[in-house]
């Protein structure tokens, strides 16, 4: 859902009309209606200051991606030096150019 997508879905739920929102939020019915129309991108704090003008608060929050980490090898990993770790990283980066190169003559078979 688009902040302009949330912002008119909770006027509509609160009875109001973007001209009565637009008042209550110390904005205009024109700018009201370009970010409903999701011309434009409110701020976070803009977007809290308009659903604040309809009595709700905005809740913004994070979760941690899954991983799979293997402990033995992030812990061999933070044993390399730094120019371990940046060759290590180059040989990868030269293995996968390798890997595109025979995908793309695979391809062209």
């Known amino acids: 859902m688009t902040p302009g ?5 909770r006027r509509l739920a609160h009875g109001l009309s ?9 904005t205009t019915q024109a700018a009201l209606s370009r970010l409903e129309g999701d011309e ?3 701020s976070a704090a803009r977007l809290a200051a ?3 003008a309809l009595g709700e608060t905005l809740e913004l929050g994070t979760e941690g991606l899954p991983h799979d980490l293997d402990p033995s090898h992030l812990s061999a990993s933070r044993a390399r030096s730094p ?9 990868w980066d030269r293995f996968a150019g390798e890997l595109a190169r025979a995908g793309a003559e695979a391809r062209a078979r």
Do not use: D, H, T
Not at 5 to 9: F, G, K, Q, T
Not at 18 to 26: F, H
Not at 83 to 91: D, H
């Open 5 to 9: 997508e949330l912002i008119r879905a």
């Open 18 to 26: 973007q001209k009565r929102l637009a008042i209550r939020a110390g």
């Open 40 to 42: 434009v991108s409110p």
């Open 50 to 52: 308009i659903l604040l």
């Open 83 to 91: 120019a371990e770790r940046v060759e290590l990283a180059w040989a």
